[in-house]
């Protein structure tokens, strides 16, 4: 499966963004997806996930309350809405493929190229 991200961009604290994520080559309901998020330096770093279906999902401590992962399972897209932005959200954003369950962090094996969110304070 390939995986497009897109929608990043710069905004200010406080701010919304919503990226998406086009799935190409696979059976897109077969995958749980997943975002990501890496900045240079760090480790990359589980930001939320959610099942084949779209009916059970998993979100990092640091997100929670802010952000919402949705599938659509017919224009095979998966979305992550950010809401409150801060400048600790920056990083390079990326969604990932598992044929694993969503919370198993270790077993997205498909990933797109990212795309880059800066938020300025």
């Known amino acids: 499966v390939q995986l497009q991200a897109s929608g990043g961009g710069l905004v200010q604290a406080g701010d919304s963004l919503r990226l998406s994520c086009a799935a190409s080559g696979g059976t897109f309901s077969s995958y749980a997806m997943g975002w990501f998020r890496q900045v240079p330096g760090k480790e990359r770093e589980f930001v939320a996930g959610?099942?084949?279906?779209?009916?059970?999902?998993k979100y990092a401590d640091i997100v929670k309350g802010r952000f919402t992962i949705s599938r659509d399972n017919v224009q095979n897209t998966v979305s992550l809405t950010m809401n409150s932005l801060k400048p600790e959200d920056t990083a390079v954003y990326l969604c990932?493929?598992?044929?694993?369950?969503?919370?198993?962090?270790?077993?997205?094996?498909?990933w797109g190229q990212g795309t880059l969110v800066t938020v300025s304070s």
């Open positions: 990932a493929a598992s044929p694993n369950l969503y919370f198993q962090i270790d077993g997205y094996r498909y």
């Open positions: 959610i099942s084949r279906t779209g009916g059970s999902t």
